[in-house]
T-cell receptor
Framework: AQSVSQHNHHVILSEAASLELGCNYSYGGTVNLFWYVQYPGQHLQLLLKYFSGDPLVKGIKGFEAEFIKSKFSFNLRKPSVQWSDTAEYFCAVSYTGGFKTIFGAGTRLFVKA | NAGVTQTPKFQVLKTGQSMTLQCAQDMNHEYMSWYRQDPGMGLRLIHYSVGAGITDQGEVPNGYNVSRSTTEDFPLRLLSAAPSQTSVYFC?????????????FGPGTRLTVT
């Protein structure tokens, strides 16, 4: 079955630290990859996505992610986190031609001011 | 545009009761879906629809029914609530799945079954 693995369930960082959240999906095919973010008390919103072209994609609020096809990975990065980045982050994958989006278990990020 | 709206925001049910969670979108999206969010498990797909009159099961459909009589509305029915259905439920909509198509989520319904 298709699956998405997020490597860390909880991450605690200090402000200005660098962030990398790991995401791997189960097998190949033509994929669409997403990172969604859920700020406390809010609903999910899109952070960034990849579906073709440059494997390094940039999203909102200084986030970026790199698609590495050979590793089935789509890791999220930010050079310097802020307290306002405290949220839960979800990696998700859909396969072109399919009707389902598979989500990872989520990573809760807490940034200490 | 209101986007995706869900009602109610909170609900407490007793075991065995039934209820309907409402979801509506005003973006003329063909695709709508229901997820449940549980700690440590991310979002799991319950049911989805690719247009009026067309629905299909997701990963965890048992205990839930859906229908899609209009493009705008996609209600989720709990037939006989069980404590295992305590969760946060999200409705989402999008264009038909394709390259780079992202989903738009509602604010969620927090359901507790006692």
């Amino acid at each position: 079955a298709q699956s998405v693995s997020q490597h860390n369930h909880h991450v605690i960082l200090s402000e200005a630290a660098s962030l990398e959240l790991g995401c791997n999906y189960s097998y190949g095919g033509t994929v669409n990859l997403f990172w969604y973010v859920q700020y406390p008390g809010q609903h999910l919103q899109l952070l960034l996505k990849y579906f073709s072209g440059d494997p390094l994609v940039k999203g909102i609020k200084g986030f970026e992610a790199e698609f590495i096809k050979s590793k089935f990975s789509f890791n999220l990065r930010k050079p310097s986190v802020q307290w306002s980045d405290t949220a839960e982050y979800f990696c998700a994958v859909s396969y072109t031609g399919g009707f389902k989006t598979i989500f990872g278990a989520g990573t809760r990020l807490f940034v200490k001011a | 545009n209101a986007g995706v709206t869900q009602t109610p925001k909170f609900q407490v049910l007793k075991t065995g009761q039934s209820m309907t969670l409402q979801c509506a979108q005003d973006m003329n999206h063909e695709y709508m879906s229901w997820y449940r969010q549980d700690p440590g498990m991310g979002l799991r797909l319950i049911h989805y629809s690719v247009g009026a009159g067309i629905t299909d099961q997701g990963e965890v459909p048992n205990g839930y029914n859906v229908s899609r009589s209009t493009t705008e509305d996609f209600p989720l029915r709990l037939l006989s609530a069980a404590p295992s259905q305590t969760s946060v439920y999200f409705c989402a909509s999008s264009s038909l799945p394709g390259q780079g198509v992202e989903q738009y989520f509602g604010p969620g319904t927090r359901l507790t079954v006692t």
